[in-house]
Structures are given as C-alpha cells and as structure tokens.
C-alpha cells in the first residue's frame, strides 16, 4: 500500500519527465533532477525500513530495497539517454564549429599568401627586378619614397644596431646646414625593426637586403588582406564573405593600395596593422563573444594600435575618425558602456607609449584624437545621467554632450598649442581653409599642397571602376540597408529599450549589432573625406570591399529586408538563407570569369622600366662628384639623390615638417623668373656645391595652367597679372632655369655647368665669383 501511494505521488509531481529534458536549466529544476531521486529514494527506504519492521521480517524489507533501487534505475534512464543525447550533440556543435572555424583560418592565410606570391610576381614582371644592378634597382622607388630605403641600408652597414641608432638620431649628413633626428622626423620605426631583424636572423647569407625588405612589405599586404578577411567573416558568420571582400580588394588595387609603384611609403607599412585593429575592434564590440574571446581581440586591439601610431606620423587623424564613430555608438547607446572605457584606455595608453618612443612629438598631444578623448571623458562625468529619461529630454541631452565634448576638447588643444608649439598645426589649418573655399592665398606652400593629386577631388573614372567590379552598387544597397536599420535602433534605444544581448536570425535586426553599426558609421565618415580628397580611397575602398562583402553574404541582412517587406508567400529565414548563398556565388563566379583572365595577363606580360637619364645622372654623381658636395634641385630628386649616392641633399621630399617645405620652396626659385643673383645666394645659405635643373618642370608644357611649379612661384613672387581670365606673367628677368643655358655672362660668374643630358643638367655653383657684370 505504501509503495502504491508513493508511486501515484511520484507521477502527479512529474506527469511528463521527458519534457524536464529539453534544457539545462529544466533539468536542473526539474523534479527528475539527481538531488530530488536521492531524496525521493532515501524517502522511501525509510518507509520500506519502518514497514519492513513493522512486519518483522528481513525478506520484506530485501524485497522493499530492490523494488526502490528499481524504481530509481526506471527514473534515471530517461535523464542519461537524454543526458547522452546532449553531450553527443554538444560535441558535434563543437566539431562543426572547429571544422568551420579550420577551413575559415586555412581560407584566410591562403589567401593573403596567394596575395604576397601575385604582389611578388607582378613586382619582378613590371620592373624585371632579379636581372637589374643595385642602382637601376633603387631608381624603381619612384616619387622620392626610396629616402627610406637608404636608411635601411644605413642601418645595414653600420657597425652594430646602436651606433645606427645613434648616428641616426644626430643625423648631420643629410640635410646641408642641419642636424636632425632622422628616426624621429621621418618616422624610421619601420626600417629600425626590419633591419634588426634582416641581422639577428642570419639573413644575410641567404637573401639580398633589397628582396628581405620588400618581401616584409609584401608579408604586410598579405597580413592587411587576411584582416579584411577575418572582419567580413566576423560579421557575416561565414569565410565566403571574406573570400569575396579578398577578391574585390585585388579587383580594385589601383584603388586600395599604391605597393605596386612606392613600396618604402609609410601607407604600406601602417595600414595592414590599422586593418588588424579595425579587425579586433569588429570582435570586440559584438555582444555575444565569450569571454576568451574578448581578451584576445583586447590584446589584439592594443598592440595593433599601439603600432599604428608608431609608425605613421598620421596615423592620429586616421584614429579621429574611428574614434568619432565609436562616439556616436557611445551618445546613442549602442555599445556596452564597459567596452567604450576599455577602447579609450587602448587609445590613451598607445598615444602616451607612442609620445615616449617618438621623442616627446608634441603633434600627439594636439591630436583631435586625444582632444576627443578627454572631452568624452570630463563631458561623461559632467553628465552622469545622459541616458536617462523619455526621447526628448535624452535626445537634449545628447545634444548637449556633443556641445560639451566639442568645447573641451578644442579648448584643450589650444591650450596644448599655447604651451608646446607644434610646427604643423598652422599651415595645416591655412590649407583647409583654402581647401573649403573659406579663404584664398598665394603662399606657395598651401597651393602645392592643394595641388598635390592625393588631396584633389576624386573622379569619374574612380567610381566607374567601382562600378564596372560590380562593389559600388552593392554598396550603396548594403549600405542602406544597415544605415536605416541603425536608425531603427537608435529610436528603440532613445525609447527606452535596452540592448538585446542575444539575437535571433528571425528578428530581423541588423542594426542592433554594435560591430555592424560602428562599420556603418566608420565608412560613412571616410567615405565624406574621400569625396573631399582622393588620398582617402586608400583608406575607404579597402572598406568598401570588406563592407559589402559582409552584407550580401549576410543572412540577417537579407531577412531584415524581407521583414520590412512582409513576405507571406515564403519564410523571410529561408529566402533569406538562399540569397545569401546564391547572391555570392553569382558575383563571384562573374567575377572570375571577367578579371581573372587579366590578373593572369598581368603576370604573364613582360613590362619594362627603365631611365637611362636617372642611371646616367647618379652614375656621374657617385663617380664624378666630390664627397663632400651639397646637392640641390626638387625634393623627389633629392631623394633619389640621398638614396642612390649618399651625398647631402638641402630638401627631402616630406610634407609633413613646415621647415622643410619652406626649404623647398626656396630650391624651387631656379625655375622662377629670379636674377642669378638671388638664386646664388639662396643656395650658397644652404650651403649648396651643385644644383640640378630637371627639364620636366623647367619645360613644363602642361595646359591646365595653375599647378605647375612656375605657375606657383610666379603666384607667390607677385609675377603674374590676371585679364579677362587669362593669367599672364611678368618680370624684368627671364626664367633661371631656362636663361641660365644660354651661357648669359651674369649666370656664367655664378655657376659652371658639370654635367647635362635630356633630361638633367648639374650646375657647380662657384665658390669665388666676380660680380662685374
């Protein structure tokens, strides 16, 4: 009777045991728990015991154990099939995402390796690299880039790491009448590390300087296209996102990266580490990354940005901007608040390290980065309670934030200015202003920097080849897409709503992931710019790849839309699942049948460059020259120069350092309309032996007049005069650079022509001259 009760009390308590199963924490509060049998079991005994005694006989109460121990094997089946079944999906869950995560890793190295060997390829095709000597070899780093090259060979031939070091951060050798701290002003971090290690791993006998260091610049690109990988794939949730973003970027090279002509140029060095943490930032935001997982892309996100910083003396604005769309992550409450404190202190940390190691450069502590960084910080504690409160009052509030940070932030830098002089903040600021059309001048230092190709609007043909590769108009959808559905959430969030940590493919919300929404406002804010300056597509294009990439192969993207549409006919989850595979496939299988029979041209045609004038002319100055000669003409030449030869140069092709582009705007007078009078004694306060006249910019016959170097000087020395739109040019003296081949008995006293071809001509500037004319 007693066993009866028990068993019919058992069954009202758990009707259905197999519905206990269906989760963890139903199982842990379900009455088939193991806590809840042992005591129903040791209930039991004890009623079997007392009965059994009751009886008085020992086989009763035998017979009661076994009839209980039965009972509870019958309970504690169900639990361990179910239990089985659980721990044998769990580990096929886990080798699915280990398989997964294995190909997607393989995937990723694969291709940017693929990447370095096509760079490789291409490199020794167009420049037949392997079969030139040493010089002709250097002349290939055009545009005065290869200055930093030298320096790596510097490093080389110096006699241990630290005496390069130190002779180079007291550098009196390349710039005439000047002693300059070279690792500091030319950023030289990058040829330190990659000479230190050419030595200390032994490679000397086993591969030439030139190969180990553009093969490190090469292993860089790869690095960059892997990170570009690795971001679409984080947000997407598949390793075809990141496959296609690869094969866009490379479609685009002539749009994403200039390695192909300037391979020593700080870009190619800094930018694959701003990829990485642009890479560790996207898996860092997400909501539902486990804790490991955090901390790696923490460790990640610093290092990476500690590098960045480094190595570009730029590398700061790039930040500002960054930084300005995790700011508005941060006012709408799109992010977790312990996750923006983590970010700002990777920011700090990496501009105080950065400030140290670049010898106090007091450009980073005027940086708009850091400014923005304290007035977050001050504004933040101002204002305690910014996110509370109905729409209206948060969205006063959030005005309010931006005034305070804002205010802070630019009274900061000034007050930074006032205390530290920073050389460049000046006619930066007169550059942008002419840029918007806020003023007008005839500095020649502004308007050749206006002219310069990279700070010029961007046009037609840049957004036809976007187009024609099929990414500018898939783009602009995805684009859209995340942008109003970003905008969604942030009326849910000004609502009141708090973020949802966990969702699910069916919701259809694109725009409640922080990683998506910090990319919708990173592309917009370096999409702006480089609609202002075509340098900026450098930066956006790569971007532009990565984010459209992610949205078609995106699933969420796909059901967000047919959410908004209502589809009744088909489930939003499975059309959106099948377009998010099929779109993909589509573009690329276009894709390769259009551009890779001209990738494969590419490596196949045997191109050639060569500048028998460039040979001829460093030739004579390393034979013919004397060693202590001091070297003028442009900074691109001068480069060149100090690269080639070693000799002293007066300018350096930098347009970052306002003393030396008043140098060169000084060494630019040989092709103004100037007596030989004054350009003696222009060169003679540099200490210049010899002067180099190039006839691509004495014979300049460009037809867009205005930014040719003569247009820009006679602008600046007040030689021209303006009728009727038409500029024309006056002065009582003719051109130097042309007038001095005319053998004029003025020009003769000053100067002595030493060597000349199509292109140069050397002039020895004289020493003791006669000024009767």
Same mark, same amino acid.
């Given at each position: 009777?007693?066993?009866?009760?028990?068993?019919?009390?058992?069954?009202?308590?758990?009707?259905?045991?197999?519905?206990?199963?269906?989760?963890?924490?139903?199982?842990?509060?379900?009455?088939?728990?193991?806590?809840?049998?042992?005591? &129903?079991?040791?209930?039991?005994?004890?009623?079997?015991?007392? +009965?059994?005694?009751?009886?008085?006989?020992?086989?009763?109460?035998?017979?009661?154990?076994?009839?209980?121990?039965?009972?509870?094997?019958?309970?504690?089946?169900?639990?361990?099939?179910?239990?089985?079944?659980?721990?044998?999906?769990?580990?096929?869950?886990?080798?699915?995402?280990?398989?997964?995560?294995?190909?997607?890793?393989?995937?990723?190295?694969?291709?940017?390796?693929?990447?370095?060997?096509?760079?490789?390829?291409?490199?020794?095709?167009?420049?037949?690299?392997?079969?030139?000597?040493?010089?002709?070899?250097?002349?290939?780093?055009?545009?005065?880039?290869?200055?930093?090259?030298?320096?790596?060979?510097?490093?080389?031939?110096? $006699?241990?790491?630290?005496?390069?070091?130190?002779?180079?951060?007291?550098?009196?050798?390349?710039?005439?009448?000047?002693?300059?701290?070279?690792?500091?002003?030319? $950023?030289?971090?990058?040829?330190?590390?990659?000479?230190?290690?050419?030595?200390?791993?032994?490679?000397?006998?086993?591969?030439?300087?030139?190969?180990?260091?553009?093969?490190?610049?090469?292993?860089?690109?790869?690095?960059?296209?892997?990170?570009?990988?690795?971001?679409?794939?984080?947000? $997407?949730?598949?390793?075809?996102?990141?496959?296609?973003?690869?094969?866009?970027?490379?479609?685009?090279?002539?749009?994403?990266?200039?390695?192909?002509?300037?391979?020593?140029?700080?870009?190619?060095?800094?930018?694959?580490?701003? +990829?990485?943490?642009?890479? =560790?930032?996207?898996? *860092?935001?997400?909501?539902?990354?486990?804790?490991?997982?955090?901390?790696?892309?923490?460790?990640?996100?610093?290092?990476?940005?500690?590098?960045?910083?480094?190595?570009? &003396?730029?590398?700061?604005?790039?930040?500002?901007?960054? +930084?300005?769309?995790?700011?508005?992550?941060?006012?709408?409450?799109?992010?977790?608040?312990?996750?923006? =404190?983590?970010?700002?202190?990777?920011?700090?940390?990496?501009?105080?390290?950065?400030?140290?190691?670049?010898?106090?450069?007091?450009?980073?502590?005027?940086?708009?980065?850091?400014?923005?960084?304290?007035?977050?910080?001050?504004?933040?504690?101002?204002?305690?309670?910014?996110?509370?409160?109905?729409?209206?009052?948060?969205?006063?509030?959030?005005?309010?934030? *931006?005034?305070?940070?804002?205010?802070?932030?630019?009274?900061?830098?000034?007050?930074?200015?006032?205390?530290?002089?920073?050389?460049?903040?000046?006619?930066?600021?007169?550059?942008?202003?002419?840029?918007?059309?806020?003023?007008?001048?005839?500095?020649?230092?502004?308007?050749?920097?206006?002219?310069?190709?990279?700070?010029?609007?961007?046009?037609?043909?840049?957004?036809?080849?976007?187009?024609?590769? $099929?990414?500018?108009?898939?783009?602009?959808?995805?684009?859209?897409?995340?942008?109003?559905?970003?905008?969604?959430?942030?009326?849910?969030?000004?609502?009141?709503?708090?973020?949802?940590?966990?969702?699910?493919?069916?919701?259809?919300?694109?725009?409640?992931?922080?990683?998506?929404?910090?990319?919708?406002?990173?592309?917009?804010?370096?999409?702006?710019?480089?609609?202002?300056?075509?340098?900026?597509?450098?930066?956006?294009?790569?971007?532009?790849?990565?984010?459209?990439?992610?949205?078609?192969?995106?699933? &969420?993207?796909?059901?967000?839309?047919?959410?908004?549409?209502?589809?009744?006919?088909?489930?939003?989850?499975?059309?959106?699942?099948?377009? +998010?595979?099929?779109?993909?496939?589509?573009?690329?299988?276009?894709?390769?049948?259009?551009?890779?029979?001209?990738?494969?041209?590419?490596?196949?045609?045997?191109? &050639?460059?060569?500048?028998?004038?460039?040979?001829?002319?460093?030739?004579?100055?390393?034979?013919?020259?004397?060693?202590?000669?001091?070297?003028?003409?442009?900074?691109?030449?001068?480069?060149?120069?100090?690269?080639?030869?070693?000799?002293?140069?007066?300018?350096?092709?930098?347009?970052?350092?306002?003393?030396?582009?008043?140098?060169?705007?000084?060494?630019?007078?040989?092709?103004?309309?100037?007596?030989?009078?004054?350009?003696?004694?222009?060169?003679?306060?540099?200490?210049?032996?010899?002067?180099?006249?190039?006839?691509?910019?004495?014979?300049?016959?460009?037809?867009?007049?205005?930014?040719?170097?003569?247009?820009?000087?006679?602008?600046?020395?007040?030689?021209?005069?303006?009728?009727?739109?038409?500029?024309?040019?006056?002065?009582?003296?003719?051109?130097?650079?042309?007038?001095?081949?005319?053998?004029?008995?003025?020009?003769?006293?000053?100067?002595?022509?030493?060597?000349?071809?199509?292109?140069?001509?050397?002039?020895?500037?004289?020493?003791?001259?006669?000024?009767?004319?």
């Amino acid at each position: 009777m007693a066993m009866t009760e028990l068993r019919h009390r058992k069954e009202q308590t758990c009707q259905e045991p197999e519905k206990t199963l269906r989760t963890d924490l139903e199982d842990e509060m379900g009455c088939s728990s193991d806590l809840q049998h042992k005591l &129903e079991g040791d209930q039991a005994e004890e009623e079997w015991k007392q +009965s059994g005694s009751e009886d008085g006989g020992l086989t009763s109460n035998a017979v009661g154990r076994e009839e209980v121990q039965e009972e509870k094997e019958e309970m504690d089946e169900p639990k361990a099939s179910a239990a089985k079944r659980s721990r044998s999906l769990g580990k096929s869950v886990l080798l699915q995402h280990l398989v997964k995560l294995f190909f997607g890793c393989l995937a990723a190295v694969t291709c940017g390796m693929m990447y370095a060997v096509y760079l490789s390829t291409y490199h020794e095709r167009k420049f037949w690299f392997s079969s030139r000597q040493e010089l002709e070899r250097e002349i290939t780093f055009q545009g005065g880039n290869g200055l930093y090259y030298y320096y790596y060979k510097y490093m080389l031939a110096a $006699s241990s790491f630290e005496k390069g070091i130190n002779d180079l951060m007291r550098d009196n050798r390349t710039i005439s009448a000047q002693t300059i701290n070279a690792v500091e002003q030319l $950023s030289l971090y990058p040829e330190l590390i990659t000479s230190f290690l050419y030595r200390v791993t032994g490679s000397q006998d086993m591969i030439e300087p030139v190969y180990f260091y553009i093969g490190v610049v090469f292993g860089l690109q790869a690095l960059y296209v892997t990170a570009l990988f690795v971001s679409s794939w984080v947000m $997407s949730g598949t390793w075809v996102a990141g496959m296609l973003a690869v094969a866009w970027y490379i479609i685009n090279r002539p749009d994403t990266t200039k390695v192909d002509y300037a391979i020593p140029l700080r870009d190619n060095w800094a930018l694959p580490y701003f +990829s990485c943490q642009v890479a =560790a930032l996207t898996g *860092f935001l997400r909501n539902n990354i486990s804790s490991s997982g955090e901390m790696f892309c923490y460790l990640l996100l610093s290092a990476s940005t500690f590098t960045f910083i480094l190595i570009w &003396e730029h590398s700061h604005y790039v930040l500002f901007i960054q +930084s300005l769309a995790l700011f508005l992550l941060d006012c709408f409450d799109l992010v977790q608040p312990r996750k923006m =404190a983590d970010i700002h202190k990777v920011y700090l940390c990496s501009i105080i390290l950065a400030y140290m190691l670049q010898f106090q450069n007091p450009s980073l502590l005027s940086s708009p980065l850091l400014s923005l960084l304290v007035g977050s910080v001050l504004a933040r504690y101002l204002q305690q309670n910014m996110k509370a409160g109905r729409m209206a009052a948060r969205l006063m509030k959030i005005v309010l934030h *931006f005034y305070l940070v804002f205010t802070i932030g630019i009274t900061f830098s000034y007050i930074i200015k006032k205390t530290i002089p920073v050389n460049e903040s000046d006619h930066i600021l007169k550059f942008l202003e002419v840029k918007f059309g806020l003023n007008s001048t005839t500095d020649f230092v502004t308007n050749l920097l206006l002219c310069q190709e990279g700070f010029q609007s961007p046009g037609q043909d840049y957004f036809l080849r976007l187009t024609q590769a $099929s990414v500018l108009p898939f783009y602009l959808l995805v684009l859209l897409v995340c942008l109003l559905s970003t905008l969604q959430a942030i009326r849910r969030r000004l609502s009141g709503e708090p973020i949802k940590a966990k969702l699910r493919l069916e919701d259809g919300m694109i725009g409640e992931q922080p990683e998506v929404i910090y990319h919708v406002f990173h592309t917009l804010l370096f999409g702006a710019l480089a609609m202002l300056f075509v340098g900026m597509k450098y930066l956006w294009t790569p971007y532009v790849c990565m984010f459209t990439a992610f949205g078609v192969c995106s699933p &969420e993207l796909w059901v967000t839309v047919f959410k908004w549409l209502k589809l009744k006919s088909v489930h939003p989850v499975v059309l959106g699942l099948i377009l +998010s595979t099929a779109v993909p496939t589509i573009i690329g299988f276009s894709l390769w049948r259009e551009y890779f029979p001209r990738l494969i041209s590419e490596l196949s045609e045997l191109q &050639e460059f060569y500048d028998p004038d460039t040979v001829e002319l460093m030739n004579w100055i390393k034979t013919q020259a004397p060693t202590a000669a001091v070297f003028a003409g442009s900074p691109q030449l001068m480069g060149a120069v100090k690269l080639c030869s070693g000799w002293t140069v007066t300018s350096l092709p930098l347009y970052t350092d306002i003393n030396l582009l008043r140098r060169s705007e000084n060494i630019y007078q040989v092709y103004a309309m100037r007596s030989a009078e004054d350009i003696y004694k222009i060169l003679m306060s540099y200490k210049a032996s010899h002067v180099i006249i190039e006839e691509a910019i004495c014979g300049e016959m460009n037809p867009s007049k205005g930014c040719r170097i003569k247009d820009l000087l006679d602008i600046s020395n007040g030689h021209v005069i303006y009728e009727k739109g038409e500029m024309y040019t006056f002065s009582k003296y003719g051109r130097f650079c042309q007038e001095i081949k005319m053998n004029y008995s003025p020009y003769i006293n000053y100067f002595t022509r030493v060597f000349w071809n199509r292109s140069y001509h050397i002039y020895k500037v004289n020493t003791v001259v006669s000024f009767q004319y």
